[in-house]
């Protein structure tokens, strides 16, 4: 069993029709992809551009990709003909970048906003205050091929519920405080936090996409 199908539908009936079950399926190989698309998914996660590129053309073409890995400008042309959305942007050159390549494509990308949380140095993502900076500057709003669609967070690998909790419901306010200040116009509609350990957490905070690798493939190397 390369896909635990009654874990995927026992979640999926827990998580109620508003919520996207996006599996994350980094570092496990196409068949196990294929047995979870025989089940109807069609979204999944992926981190690395290499491994992606990889197993994108073995896949059916139908498939809605994610990108939610840390990515680097210059990769971003070996995803723009094909990724759906983009979940882990971090900066603005990075969206100039997008747009640039979903343009030459002829395609408009979906993106997230990646916002930083956590405690740990190594999560990449704008805080709350850099981000409405930025976006007060308007200058995305000549990015006619990108569609920014919401926020993405990640809160610290630590024990503490409360912690946990409380990071999520920061990302959530980010969420709302953006759509009051920028997007008042055609306001964000996506909340992507929650993995395997934390998602009913991240539910109760206010998100509508969770992310989820482990729980349902089985733990990497
Ligand atoms: C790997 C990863 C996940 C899935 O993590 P699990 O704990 O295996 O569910 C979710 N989001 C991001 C950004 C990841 O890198």
Known sequence: MLFDSEKYLELRSALGPDVTLVPVSKTKPAPAILEAYE?????FGENYVQELREKQPMLPQDIRWHFIGHLQSNKVKYLAPFIYMIQSVDSSSLLIEINKQARK????IKVLLQVHVA???TKFGWNSQELADYL???EWKALSNISIEGVMGMASLVDDPKQIKAEFDQIYQCFLQLNEKVFHERPMTIVSMGMSGDWALAIE???????VGSALFGSRN
């Open 119 to 121: 405690q740990e140095e």
């Open 105 to 108: 494509c002829q395609r408009q």
């Open 39 to 43: 089940m109807g998914v069609k979204d």
């Open 136 to 138: 007060k500057k308007e």
């Open 205 to 211: 905070s206010g998100s509508n996409l969770i992310r």
